[in-house]
């Protein structure tokens, strides 16, 4: 213990204000800030503890499977955001003890890296995280090797498994002759379009629903909607632009379908077939809803035109002329919504469950879809078992991640109320598709009912969280600011 501070004064004071000094197993930032310093299972139980309240945090939220639960972050300047999104939460924490706030910095790590490069995946790595930091503890010498070989099996074997999307046709839905159901607003619960469903039951009819957002238990909703039948096909899209701009584009959308843009939510007795508009063909892509022949008054349509042929001579800007051309262009024959960030700054501030499935999307088509729902990472485990390895401390390495990457399917199993000991029986069936729908609590094709997961997202969520924990399980000193 003595010889590592040694060591440490003696490579701060030959070390340039300019450079870091890695000293056998302690890192220490060059700087002038006073230090305190804890060692070995002192610094290694307080990183611990940090990485285990921030990941506790996103698993309330836990964004893997449809039982989550909303967590209300406070905000320096305006009012408090409700979120399900794993990284909106690891960014918003910061914790008093500085011990711990070490390893919650590690966390927020972790987070970043997977929804930078595939858009997705931050709850899936804090998880992991959590999981392997935790398991890796117990036995820290008999780590590193072990996990390194063992994640590289699982990628190996999620990569044979995975079916391969050829190309964005294969993830481009078509509805046919849809309702349109058009929100002015966020849909975050279910009773909010529960009743305009019970009108879509006797329909019989595919639905879109284009919302300025639609999130929580809405979104269960419709996925629910869909699996038990209430519609052939329900697909959700964000409104197009922002602000005075999405109040007139619904306007013009719900001319064009002849529907209506819902401001309120409708009483059940006050509900009516009139307020869906319709279309002949709707194609929801990965970056477009287009909107093909829709249902409204020829004459309403032509007469929205003309309003904006004449604000379009009027327009003292030209700004608000090119706004008006796109709004008239959109009328003619069909719409095109576009979705996903709006701005820049939304982009930045919301990761919603609407754009982490654009982002899966395009991750599934580079590198292919395993069942989802934990369900592909649980299967590879199987790749370890005759992993050969040259000593027994490698075999603990990888016992000990064979044991973390089950916890993403035990998670959702739980929260669906299951047993973790069906975890073990799925295995035994040696169907590579069956899994665990937590929304309607069954065992389910996973394929078949869309569960699914890009290998990009958990291969990104893997490795980072594998990198990010192996250096904390061989700590024995850590630096962290002074009182």
């Known amino acids: ?18 450079k870091k000094r890695v000293c056998s197993r302690f890192i220490c930032n060059r700087n002038y800030v006073a230090k305190d310093i ?35 972050v406070e ?11 794993g990284v909106t939460v690891v960014e918003s924490i910061k ?12 966390v927020k790590q972790v987070a970043s890296a997977p929804n930078k490069v595939a858009g997705d995946g931050t709850t899936y790595a804090n998880v992991l995280t959590q999981a392997i930091l935790t398991e890796g503890c117990k036995s820290i010498a008999d780590m590193r090797t072990g996990i390194n070989m063992a994640v590289e099996a699982v990628i190996s074997d999620l990569k044979r498994r995975a079916r391969m999307i050829s190309t964005l046709e294969e993830i481009t839905q078509e509805l046919q002759n849809p309702l349109i159901l058009i929100y002015g607003k966020e849909i975050s619960t279910f009773i909010s379009i529960a009743y305009m469903f019970d009108l879509v039951k006797k329909e019989s009819r595919e639905v879109l629903v284009v919302a300025e957002d639609v999130e929580g238990d809405a979104l269960n909703f419709l996925f629910l909607c869909k699996n038990l039948g209430v519609s052939k096909q329900v697909c959700a899209v964000k409104a197009p632009s922002l602000g005075e701009n999405r109040r007139a584009s619904l ?6 379908t002849g529907g209506e843009v819902i401001y309120e939510y409708p009483e059940r007795g006050n509900v009516k077939i009139e307020m869906f508009g319709t279309a002949k063909k709707v194609i929801v892509s990965v970056d477009d809803t287009i909107i093909i022949h829709g249902g409204g008054d020829k004459k309403l349509i032509e007469e929205r035109c003309e309003q904006l042929r004449t604000a379009m001579e009027k327009s003292d800007t030209m700004f608000e002329r090119e706004r008006a051309q796109e709004r008239l262009s959109k009328l003619s024959d069909a719409i095109v919504l576009k979705v996903g960030g709006a701005s820049k700054a939304e982009v930045g501030e919301r990761k919603d469950m609407v754009e982490d499935a654009l982002n899966a999307t395009r991750a599934a088509a580079e590198e292919g879809i395993v069942p989802g729902g934990g369900v592909g990472l649980l299967y ?13 401390n490698q075999n603990q390495g990888i ?24 975890i073990n029986k799925l295995l035994e069936q040696d169907d590579y598709n069956l899994g665990i729908d937590a929304a309607i609590g069954e065992f389910v094709d996973m394929k078949k009912t869309g569960i699914i997961e890009p290998v990009k997202v958990i291969r990104t969520a893997l490795v980072e969280a594998a ?10 000193a850590a630096a962290v600011p002074g009182a």
């Open 1 to 18: 213990m003595y010889r590592v501070a040694s060591k440490l004064a003696s490579s701060i004071s030959s070390a340039s204000a300019s």
């Open 38 to 72: 804890n060692f070995g299972v002192r610094a290694q139980a307080a990183m611990l503890e940090g990485v285990s309240e921030v990941s506790e945090a996103v698993k309330i939220a836990m964004g893997l499977g449809p039982k989550g639960h909303n967590v209300i």
């Open 75 to 85: 905000k320096s300047m305006g009012n408090p955001k409700v979120t399900k999104d």
């Open 95 to 106: 914790l008093k003890d500085k011990d711990k706030n070490a390893g919650a910095n590690m």
């Open 251 to 256: 306007e013009d959308l719900a001319i064009l």
């Open 380 to 392: 590879a485990t199987k790749a370890l078992e005759n992993l050969q390895t040259q000593n027994n």
């Open 399 to 422: 016992q000990n991640f064979q044991n973390a990457i089950t916890a993403t399917a035990l998670t959702i199993a739980s929260k669906a109320g299951f047993e973790g000991s069906l």
């Open 467 to 476: 990198s990010v924990t192996l250096p904390p399980t061989t700590t024995e």
